[in-house]
T-cell receptor, first 112, second 114 residues
Framework: QKEVEQNSGPLSVPEGAIASLNCTYSDRVSQSFFWYRQYSGKSPELIMSIYSNGDKEDGRFTAQLNKASQYVSLLIRDSQPSDSATYLCAVIFTGGGNKLTFGTGTQLKVEL | NAGVMQNPRHLVRRRGQEARLRCSPMKGHSHVYWYRQLPEEGLKFMVYLQKENIIDESGMPKERFSAEFPKEGPSILRIQQVVRGDSAAYFC????????????FGDGTRLSIL
């Protein structure tokens, strides 16, 4: 059973701080990793995709991938109250077709 | 709107009725995926389709659920003889043809069973 694990939170950070969200996965050879943001009652919104080891930056967001340790993380700099949402880590496992396997999500609360 | 279109947004059915959920992929996308999100649970894969083909249905319940993506028209997720446990948000996503590409989600259909 290929799995994606996330701490459910809630993770509380003050406005302007860096929020760090972590995700581990069970298959060392997986190639495709994604972070989605989901506001309550809404659909998942793609934030970042990452495919190779290292960091990938997009605005205030940085995704970090370490395939040897089987983890992927998302950093949110200068956190804003509007960032308060559930962040979903998703993996396309090698040999598993093109389907996304999601973690249960980490709830982030950015406090004023 | 060039995004993934799902309808209806909300659907109410009584136990034993049929539910039909529709999804039109993003323009230029030929791959469609259906996911289900039960209350307080994570998103679970159900089925992956291309035009006129079911590629992977490993997440579909064996009974009452079916999906299609015809040559013309939207993809349909059909649930026959609905039960209370089918109440959930059903999301459709689409992607271009290449493996590993990001999937973009529609707004979902919230299905409620009375």
């Amino acid at each position: 059973q290929k799995e994606v694990e996330q701490n459910s939170g809630p993770l509380s950070v003050p406005e302007g701080a860096i929020a760090s969200l972590n995700c581990t996965y069970s298959d060392r050879v997986s190639q495709s990793f994604f972070w989605y943001r989901q506001y309550s009652g809404k659909s998942p919104e793609l934030i970042m995709s990452i495919y190779s080891n290292g960091d990938k930056e997009d605005g205030r967001f940085t995704a970090q991938l370490n395939k040897a340790s089987q983890y992927v993380s998302l950093l949110i700099r200068d956190s804003q109250p509007s960032d308060s949402a559930t962040y979903l880590c998703a993996v396309i496992f090698t040999g598993g077709g093109n389907k996304l396997t999601f973690g249960t999500g980490t709830q982030l609360k950015v406090e004023l | 709107n060039a995004g993934v279109m799902q309808n209806p947004r909300h659907l109410v059915r009584r136990r034993g009725q049929e539910a039909r959920l529709r999804c039109s992929p993003m323009k230029g996308h030929s791959h469609v995926y259906w996911y289900r999100q039960l209350p307080e649970e994570g998103l679970k894969f159900m089925v992956y389709l291309q035009k006129e083909n079911i590629i992977d249905e490993s997440g579909m319940p064996k009974e009452r659920f079916s999906a299609e993506f015809p040559k013309e028209g939207p993809s349909i997720l059909r649930i026959q003889q609905v039960v209370r446990g089918d109440s959930a948000a059903y999301f459709c996503a689409s992607s271009p043809g290449l493996a590993g590409q990001p999937q973009h989600f529609g707004d979902g259909t919230r299905l409620s069973i009375l």
